[in-house]
Antibody
Framework: QVLLQESGPGLVKPSETLSLTCTVS??????????WSWIRQPPGKGLEWIGY???????SYNPSLKSRVTISVDTSKTQFSLNLTSVTAADTAVYYC???????WGQGTLVTVSS | EIVLTQSPGTLSLSPGERAALSCGAS???????LAWYQQKPGQAPSLLIY???TRATGIPDRFSGSGSGTDFTLTISRLEPEDFAVYYC?????????FGQGTRLEIK
């Protein structure tokens, strides 16, 4: 059974970089022909897809965030990461990692952008 | 980018009633690569339907999905108290995934 778990700072200062890691247990990021996504949900609002990285390293990003986002795979192949630069209060959200096009979700982690 | 529009924004019904939630796409969703998720407060979304009409493992048969192309529907035949939640559609046909804005199903 594959499980995903997000980790990273819960508080980030404005203009800094938000960095999160998703640890995959019970599987590998480099196997199974899956896409590995990040999705976010501001408090009280809907879901926003941020981007994904494929099992082969191909990336695709939400056009509205593309200039600030990087998704990468750790060399251990059991983690993938999100970097979001130049954050503002509008980036405060619960951030989820997920597997697949039909999404298998992590439990999510709240990141607050505040000084 | 495929834009998904869900309607209604809020649906007020009573337990035992039938619910029909709509998801419209700005362009045809290839191979009906459309999924539905349920989200309860404080929880991650959970998969209900994929491929527009295939129930995920363990999902009761009161949930059904239909539609193709640009028009999709999630139907809950007889509402149970635990079904009152927010529902999202999502397309995974395009290289950029998108979600609908959600439908809140509330108790009348």
């Amino acid at each position: 059974q594959v499980l995903l778990q997000e980790s990273g700072p819960g508080l980030v200062k404005p203009s800094e970089t938000l960095s999160l890691t998703c640890t995959v247990s019970g599987g590998s990021v480099s196997s199974g022909n899956y896409y590995w996504s990040w999705i976010r949900q501001p408090p009280g609002k809907g879901l926003e897809w941020i981007g994904y990285i494929s099992y082969s390293g191909f990336t695709s990003y939400n056009p509205s965030l593309k200039s600030r986002v990087t998704i990468s795979v750790d060399t251990s192949k059991t983690q993938f990461s999100l970097n979001l630069t130049s954050v503002t209060a509008a980036d405060t959200a619960v951030y989820y990692c997920a597997r697949g096009g039909v999404l298998l979700w992590g439990q999510g982690t709240l990141v607050t952008v505040s000084s | 980018e495929i834009v998904l529009t869900q309607s209604p924004g809020t649906l007020s019904l009573s337990p035992g009633e039938r619910a029909a939630l709509s998801c419209g796409a700005s362009q045809s969703v290839r191979s009906n690569y459309l999924a539905w998720y349920q989200q309860k407060p404080g929880q991650a979304p959970s998969l209900l339907i994929y491929g527009a009409s295939t129930r995920a493992t363990g999902i009761p048969d009161r949930f059904s999905g239909s539609g193709s192309g640009t028009d999709f529907t999630l139907t809950i035949s007889r509402l149970e108290p635990e079904d009152f939640a927010v529902y999202y559609c999502q397309q995974y046909a395009d290289s950029t995934y998108t979600f609908g804005q959600g439908t809140r199903l509330e108790i009348k």
